[in-house]
C-alpha cells in the first residue's frame, strides 16, 4: 500500500469520533434546555389550542426530542425576529446539535446560515465564532468538503482571541487533514499545539496518530497510539490505528 492509499485509508478513520468531539466541544446545556421549553411551550400552545385546556409545558416529556417540523418552525421564526442576535445563536445552535444528535445534515445548512448572522451581529463573541466554524466543519462531514476552508477562517478568527483553545486548535488541524486535498503534515503542527498545552487531550491524539501513519512516520504514531491507549484504552478508534499502523509497517518494508 502506497502512501497515497494509506492516507486515503485514514481519512475516515476518526470520522465517527469526530461527531462525538464536536458535539462535545459545543454543548451549551442551559441553552439547549431552554430551546427544548420553547419546543415544549409551543407544543402545549397548540395542544391547548385544540382541547382548549390550559397548557403545561414543563409535563410534556415528548419535549425531550423535537420533529423536523418544530425544528423549522423555530427556523422561521428566527428569520422573523433577524435583529436579535442572541436568538439567531440559540436558534442556530439548537439547529446545528439536532442535525447532530439525530443523524439529519440536511438541516445543518439553516444553522450555518443562521450562525453566522448571530455572528455578523456580534462579531467578537467567541462561542458564536466557534460554533459557526463547527457547524462548517460538521457540513464538510456530512456533505461539502469545501466547507472545511470556510471553517478554517472562522477557527482562525476564534484562535487570535484565545489561542490556547485546544479544542478549537485540533479542529484547525482536522480542517487541514480533511481538506481536499488532504494535509496532513499541517494538520500535524496544530495537533502539536494542542499537545503542548495538554498532553492528554485524547482527540489530538488520535487525529496526530493518523497523520503520522499518513506522513510514514511510523515510530512516532505507534508512541502516540501507546499514549491514547493510556489516555483511554476504550478508545474506539485505537484497533483501527493500529491496524492502519500495521498496514504502513507492511508498505514501509516492500517499498525497501
Same mark, same amino acid.
Given at each position: *500500500? $502506497?502512501?497515497?492509499?494509506?492516507? @486515503? ?12 468531539? =464536536? ?8 441553552? =439547549?434546555?431552554? /430551546? ?8 402545549? $400552545? ?10 403545561? %409545558? ?6 425531550? *426530542?423535537?420533529?423536523?417540523?418544530? &425544528? ?10 433577524? =435583529? ?8 442556530? #445552535?439548537?439547529? @446545528? &446539535? ?8 440536511? =438541516? /445543518? ?33 456530512? %456533505? ?11 477557527? $482562525? ?9 485546544? $479544542? ?11 481538506? #481536499? ?22 482527540? %489530538? ?23 491514547l491507549q493510556t489516555v483511554n484504552s476504550a478508545n474506539t478508534a485505537l484497533s483501527n490505528l493500529r491496524a492502519q499502523l500495521a498496514q504502513a509497517r507492511n508498505a514501509a518494508k516492500e517499498n525497501n
Amino acid at each position: *500500500m $502506497n502512501k497515497h492509499k494509506i492516507l @486515503y485509508a485514514l481519512a475516515g478513520l476518526v470520522a465517527g469520533c469526530v461527531i462525538g468531539f =464536536l458535539f462535545a466541544s459545543s454543548v451549551d446545556r442551559k441553552e =439547549l434546555e431552554e /430551546l427544548r421549553g420553547e419546543v415544549a411551550r409551543a407544543r402545549g $400552545n397548540a395542544a391547548g389550542k385544540q382541547t382548549g385546556e390550559t397548557p403545561n %409545558a414543563a409535563n410534556d416529556q415528548s419535549a425531550a *426530542m423535537p420533529t423536523d417540523e418544530e &425544528m423549522r418552525d423555530l427556523i422561521s421564526k428566527a428569520d422573523a425576529n433577524q =435583529l436579535d442576535a442572541e436568538y439567531q445563536r440559540k436558534v442556530g #445552535q439548537g439547529v @446545528y &446539535m439536532y442535525a447532530l444528535s439525530t443523524g439529519k445534515p440536511a =438541516l /445543518l445548512p439553516e444553522a450555518v446560515r443562521l450562525l453566522k448572522r448571530a455572528h455578523e451581529a456580534d462579531p467578537k463573541n467567541y462561542e458564536t465564532t466557534v460554533l459557526v466554524g463547527n457547524s462548517l466543519f460538521a457540513l464538510g462531514q456530512a %456533505a461539502d468538503a469545501s466547507k472545511y476552508g470556510e471553517a478554517r477562517v472562522y477557527y $482562525n478568527k476564534a484562535l487570535a482571541s484565545k489561542p490556547e483553545d485546544t $479544542n478549537v486548535h485540533t479542529l484547525l488541524g482536522m480542517t487541514y487533514y480533511y481538506g #481536499q486535498p488532504s494535509d496532513p503534515e499541517r494538520a500535524i503542527r496544530e495537533y502539536r499545539k494542542s499537545l503542548a498545552a495538554e498532553p492528554r487531550h485524547e482527540m %489530538a491524539l488520535q487525529s496526530l496518530a493518523s497523520a503520522l501513519i499518513a506522513t510514514g512516520a511510523i515510530d512516532e504514531a505507534e508512541k502516540r497510539i501507546g499514549e491514547l491507549q493510556t489516555v483511554n484504552s476504550a478508545n474506539t478508534a485505537l484497533s483501527n490505528l493500529r491496524a492502519q499502523l500495521a498496514q504502513a509497517r507492511n508498505a514501509a518494508k516492500e517499498n525497501n
